[in-house]
């Protein structure tokens, strides 16, 4: 599970900042949990990416946890 933990300039637009604070919070703790109820579940944090440009801004990590996923993947078989 990745979390963009930048700001979401959509969001900005319309919600002030405690509200974006509180709506981060509710998606990281729902991210660590499903992150969690799955057998070898992962959760990686991305700092300064923003959800819509996740893939964009920071898709060195993107691969890296493809990457790694496809590794467990192909120890298990």
């Known amino acids: 599970m990745l979390t963009a933990n930048g700001r979401n300039p959509y969001w900005a637009q319309f919600m002030s900042e405690e509200q974006m ?23 990686r944090e991305l700092e300064g990416a923003s959800h819509q440009y996740l893939h964009v801004e920071q898709p060195d990590a993107i691969v890296h946890a493809i990457r790694d996923l496809l590794a467990k993947a192909a120890k298990q078989q």
């Open 21 to 43: 604070r509180a709506a981060h919070a509710g998606i990281h703790a729902m991210h660590v949990a499903m992150a969690a109820s799955v057998p070898q579940g992962e959760h």
